[in-house]
Structures are given as structure tokens and as C-alpha cells.
């Protein structure tokens, strides 16, 4: 079964910083295009960060220079380092994959993790 497994959330105070952790299991992702959603209560789930496999990056604007996507392939590992938080940045985090297509804030890929909630406090 094909597993992708987040980490690393929990709770900080705003002007912190976290960092989340996509293992995937089952399958090699080298080749694959990473990234990270997030949604909070009661709202849609949006785009936050991607990776291609050669190491492209986007970032949505209300993260950019805050946050930094990266990956180690050899791991079958994505890491979201989330520096500067603010409380606008509490929602729950998705890891996302997808073998064939970008992912973007237009596309999603087609395998999910369960999710790592991030809260951070005023």
C-alpha cells in the first residue's frame, strides 16, 4: 500500500518556526512531484508549496520567504521548514504527490496524507 506520512506539526507561538516531515512508503518517489496543502477550519483546502523531482519550487505568495520546500530522495522524504509563522498559518498540512503532473495551485497530485495539524498562537 501507498503510504504518505506527515509530521512535525504541533503548536508554536507566532514568529516560530516547525518543520513538517512527508515520508512516503511502498514505492520510490524520486521521480515523483511533491508538495504541500494546508486547510483551515472551515475553509478550502489550498496550495502551499511543491517540488518537482529535479528540485523546482513554488510557493503560494502568503508563504513566500517564510517557508522552504525541500526534498531527499534518497529518504523518499519532503520537508517543509516553516520559519516566521503566523497565526493565519494554523491549519492542517497535506502532503501531496503526484507521478506525472506539476502540482500547483491549480492542480493537486493524486495521493494524500492523513495530515499534521499546525496551530500558532498570538
Known amino acids: 500500500q501507498v503510504q504518505l506520512v506527515e509530521s512535525g506539526g504541533g503548536l508554536v507561538q507566532a514568529g516560530g518556526s516547525l518543520r513538517l516531515t512527508c515520508t512516503a512508503s511502498g514505492r520510490t518517489f524520486s521521480r515523483a512531484h511533491m508538495g504541500w496543502f494546508r486547510q483551515a477550519p472551515g475553509k478550502e483546502r489550498e496550495f502551499v508549496a511543491t517540488?518537482?523531482?529535479?528540485?523546482?519550487?513554488d510557493y503560494a505568495d502568503s508563504v513566500k520567504g517564510r517557508f522552504t520546500i525541500s526534498r531527499d530522495n534518497a529518504k523518499n522524504t519532503v520537508y517543509l521548514q516553516m520559519n516566521s509563522l503566523k497565526p493565519e498559518d494554523t491549519a492542517v498540512y497535506y502532503c501531496?504527490?503526484?507521478?506525472?503532473?506539476?502540482?500547483?495551485?491549480?492542480?493537486?497530485?493524486?495521493?494524500w496524507g492523513q495530515g499534521t495539524q499546525v496551530t500558532v498562537s498570538s
Open positions: 517540488i518537482t523531482w529535479t528540485g523546482d519550487t
Open positions: 501531496n504527490a503526484d507521478k506525472s503532473f506539476r502540482i500547483s495551485n491549480l492542480k493537486m497530485g493524486d495521493l
